[in-house]
């Protein structure tokens, strides 16, 4: 009859060096501290090309309301329908929340109406 091992026995686990690398390694590994150092240039050459591919790309969705020359923007009501827009949006497809999106800022325009 087999019964648990006994500590020390031969039949116990034993600590096997794998040469695997420590979690904490993989997590974070070490490289050199200016890999993600750009200079000031590159970062303008960055900004620059994702504005321009934004501009070309980007969804035209109910909470983006595009601001008109000479026009301003209620910074507070602006807040709220951004978070109304994120809280709806997280684990939940663009396409799902804008009828809900809609519905919801017709019912309740601003965060005193809620």
Do not use: C
């Not at 997590?27 to 504005?51: Q, T």
């Not at 109304?84 to 497809?93: A, D, F, I, K, Y």
């Amino acid at each position: 009859r087999k019964g648990p091992a006994k500590q020390g026995s031969s039949s116990s686990k034993k600590n096997i060096d794998t040469g695997m690398k420590d979690v904490e390694d993989l997590v974070y590994p070490s490289h050199d501290p200016n890999y993600h150092s750009f200079s000031a240039d590159e970062v303008d050459d960055i900004r620059k090309n994702l504005l321009t591919w934004y501009d070309g790309n980007q969804r035209v969705l109910p909470w983006r309301v595009p601001k008109s020359a000479g026009s301003s923007i209620d910074v507070n009501l602006r807040a709220y329908q951004v978070w109304v827009s994120e809280m709806m949006l997280q684990q939940t497809r663009v396409a799902t929340v804008i009828d809900y999106y809609k519905r919801w800022m017709d019912r309740f325009p601003t965060l005193e109406t809620l």
